[in-house]
Nanobody, 123 residues
Framework: QVQLVESGGGLVQPGGSLRLSCAAS????????MGWYRQSPGKQRELVAA???????TYTDSVKGRFTISRDNAKNTVYLQMNSLKPEDTAVYYC?????????????????WGQGTQVTVSS
């Protein structure tokens, strides 16, 4: 079974930092783009940051200069370092990955989602 498992969420005060991790496991052949999305109550899920297999990154404007996305291809893991956190960053954060894997002797491709991890920024 191919899956993404996230960790690192929690409660932090404004101005604080958190680091999210997302590890892909299973019969993985390759991973193309990986990214982090977030969703707060009453709002649509939005892309926070993404990174290609070659390391090119993109960020939504509201997190530029505060968040950093990175990945360890050897570990099939993507990270999101979040600094200078603000109350408006409060949301459930989801990991997403474009994964090629093997099943029943065949290559298959799928966009996978993690289970989500809560980030709460509050004093």
């Amino acid at each position: 079974q191919v899956q993404l498992v996230e960790s690192g969420g929690g409660l932090v005060q404004p101005g604080g930092s958190l680091r999210l991790s997302c590890a892909a496991s299973g019969n993985i052949f390759s991973i193309n783009a990986m990214g982090w999305y977030r969703q707060s109550p009453g709002k649509q899920r939005e892309l926070v940051a993404a990174i290609t297999s070659g390391g090119s990154t993109t960020y939504t404007d509201s997190v530029k200069g505060r968040f950093t996305i990175s990945r360890d291809n050897a570990k099939n893991t993507v990270y999101l370092q979040m600094n200078s956190l603000k109350p408006e960053d409060t949301a459930v954060y989801y990991c997403n990955a474009d994964v090629t894997y093997t099943r029943d002797g065949r290559f298959r491709k799928s966009g996978l989602w993690g289970q989500g991890t809560q980030v709460t920024v509050s004093s």
